[in-house]
């Protein structure tokens, strides 16, 4: 029973560095044209097998979608494009987004969390208290 088999083309293309955006656009429209090509092809009085099969002739070799998505340079993800720019972006989003990692992960201890956040700005506001005195007591002597 033929069927569209779109995993090697979602692998070669990710591999070449398209965007997975435009992958995975690009295989829902395919399958939906392979769908609607066998719907027609039922509706005209094939069975299953034989609509299925027609249908992937009318479509052609899946290679030849991916050398149509090759050659359009603006399909590829932008740290294939710039890889010097994803080399630096990356890291930093990562080291970005460590403080934000355990309040995702502590949601459901929202109330330790709290008490943590009024610990610390207590803290400062203590620190900042004692800097503002020992300033104060600097420039009155």
């Known amino acids: 029973m033929p069927r569209l088999n779109v995993a090697a083309l979602r692998n070669e293309l990710l591999r070449a560095g398209i965007s997975p955006t435009h992958v995975r656009r690009t295989l829902t429209e395919l399958n939906e044209h392979f769908e609607d090509l066998v719907d027609e092809r039922l509706i005209a009085g094939c069975d299953r097998d034989e609509a299925e099969q027609q249908a992937l002739q009318s479509l052609g070799p899946m290679t030849d979608v991916a050398t149509a998505m090759l050659d359009q340079p603006q399909l590829k993800s932008w740290a294939w494009r710039w890889p010097r720019v994803a080399v630096v972006v990356y890291p930093l989003a990562c080291v970005a987004a460590l403080p934000v990692v355990p309040l995702i992960v502590g949601v459901e201890h929202a109330e330790s969390i709290t008490?943590?956040?009024?610990?610390?700005?207590?803290?400062?506001?203590?620190?900042?208290?004692?800097?503002?005195?020992?300033?104060?007591?600097?420039?009155l002597t």
């Open 115 to 139: 008490r943590w956040t009024l610990g610390l700005l207590l803290a400062a506001l203590v620190t900042a208290t004692m800097f503002l005195v020992l300033q104060l007591a600097i420039t």
